[in-house]
């Protein structure tokens, strides 16, 4: 199993330019996540999908957009990059066991917004 | 008061001793615990989680739950300088709510 995987690691993307952060998940995860990590600070919850075809808001959603069509893929939509959103993204999956929910990442994008 | 909270550091330990982390939670209703540690440009990395009252052991690494008190922290026995690294405490509110709260993190450095 490959299990989360992220794509592209690296991005500098120029203000007003959009862009999709692909995630893939080899585990048969319900759940999916986005988060972003800024330097210093802990993990916000961008959005979630606990199902294929179902997703929601997190913590920091303005600025973001997602869709979930399959179980396996979860990507994240970047419209009118701005300075603000320069940051490392990580995607992460789960799965309910007995409604405890660990939670995997993948190895995240490091996007620069100039 | 914070969600999750993990107090500051850094934290610097000799190698071979025992790392403490502690981290406090505010919201009663959690029911899930875990502690993820983070290398330097890496992604975060779950090495334990704990569901009840008490201490989980996994191999040099302890969690201990106080729900009482609102606290869950991480023993580190035997510290090594390959456990220099962040560590992130995260809360799961239980039931339906598959979310994690994560802390800020506390960045631990193992003096050789």
């Known amino acids: 199993n490959a299990g989360v995987t992220q794509t592209p690691k690296f991005r500098i993307l120029k203000i007003g330019q959009s862009m999709t952060l692909q995630c893939a998940q080899d585990?048969?995860?319900?759940?999916m996540y986005w988060y972003r990590q800024d330097p210093g600070m802990g993990l916000k919850l961008i959005y979630y999908?606990?199902?294929?075809?179902?997703?929601d808001k997190g913590e920091v959603p303005n600025g973001y957009n997602v869709s979930r069509s399959t179980t396996e893929d979860f990507p994240l939509r970047l419209e009118l990059a701005a300075p603000s959103q320069t940051s490392v993204y990580f995607c992460?999956?789960?799965?309910?066991?007995?409604?405890?929910?660990?939670?995997?990442f993948g190895p995240g994008t490091r996007l620069t917004v100039t | 008061q914070k969600e999750v909270e993990q107090n500051s550091g850094p934290l610097s330990v000799p190698e071979g001793a025992i790392a403490s982390l502690n981290c406090t939670y505010s919201d009663r209703v959690s029911q899930s615990f875990f502690w993820y540690r983070q290398y330097s440009g890496k992604s975060p990395e779950l090495i334990m989680s704990?569901?009840?009252?008490g201490d989980k052991e996994d191999g040099r690494f302890t969690a201990q739950l106080n729900k009482a008190s609102q606290y869950v922290s991480l023993l580190i026995r035997d510290s090594q300088p390959s456990d220099s690294a962040t560590y992130l405490c995260a809360v799961n509110k239980g039931g339906a709510n598959s979310k994690l709260t994560f802390g800020k993190g506390i960045t631990l450095s193992v003096r050789p």
């Open positions: 585990m048969n995860h319900n759940y």
């Open positions: 999908s606990v199902g294929a075809g179902i997703t």
């Open positions: 704990i569901y009840s009252n």
């Open positions: 992460a999956s789960s799965q309910d066991r007995g409604l405890i929910y660990e939670q995997y």
